[in-house]
C-alpha cells in the first residue's frame, strides 16, 4: 500500500488538491493506450488504410482512429469485430497488448503507481 494515496473530499477552502504530481512518478499506461497501439500497429503492418479496417469492422473511421489512439475504450463487441477485420482474434490482439503492457511496468519505477482521478 506504500503507492496509495487516499484521496478525501475536499472541504470548502482547501487549497491543495488532493493528488500532487510530484507524488506520483511516472503512471503506468491505459490499458486502452497500450491496446491501441497494437491496434494500429496489426494495421499498418498490413500496409492497409483505417478506412477499409472500419469498413470490415462496421465502425465509423473516425472511431477507429480514437481507439487506436487511446481515446476510446472499445467495448468487447468492437474489439471482436475490429481483431477480426485484422484476421486475428480477440485473444491474439489482447494477449499481445497483455504482454506490451506487462514489459512497459517492469521499466517503469513505479509500475502501479497511484492513480489520481479527478473529483
Do not use: F
Request: aromatic residues 2%; glycine residues 8%; contains cysteine.
Amino acid at each position: 500500500m506504500d503507492n496509495v494515496i487516499a484521496l478525501r473530499p475536499r472541504a470548502v477552502g482547501d487549497t491543495e488538491p488532493p493528488c500532487r504530481p510530484e507524488q506520483m512518478g511516472r503512471p503506468e499506461p491505459l490499458w486502452r493506450e497500450v491496446l491501441g497501439a497494437h491496434l494500429r500497429a496489426e494495421r499498418r503492418e498490413r500496409g492497409e488504410r483505417i478506412a477499409d479496417v472500419a469498413g470490415r469492422a462496421g465502425i465509423s473511421p473516425q472511431y477507429l482512429s480514437e481507439v487506436e489512439r487511446g481515446r476510446k475504450d472499445p467495448s468487447s463487441e468492437i474489439l471482436s469485430a475490429v481483431a477480426g477485420a485484422l484476421g486475428l482474434s480477440v485473444l491474439q490482439v489482447t494477449r499481445r497488448a497483455a504482454e506490451h503492457l506487462s514489459h512497459l511496468s517492469h521499466l517503469s519505477r513505479n509500475p502501479r503507481g497511484p492513480v489520481c482521478l479527478a473529483a
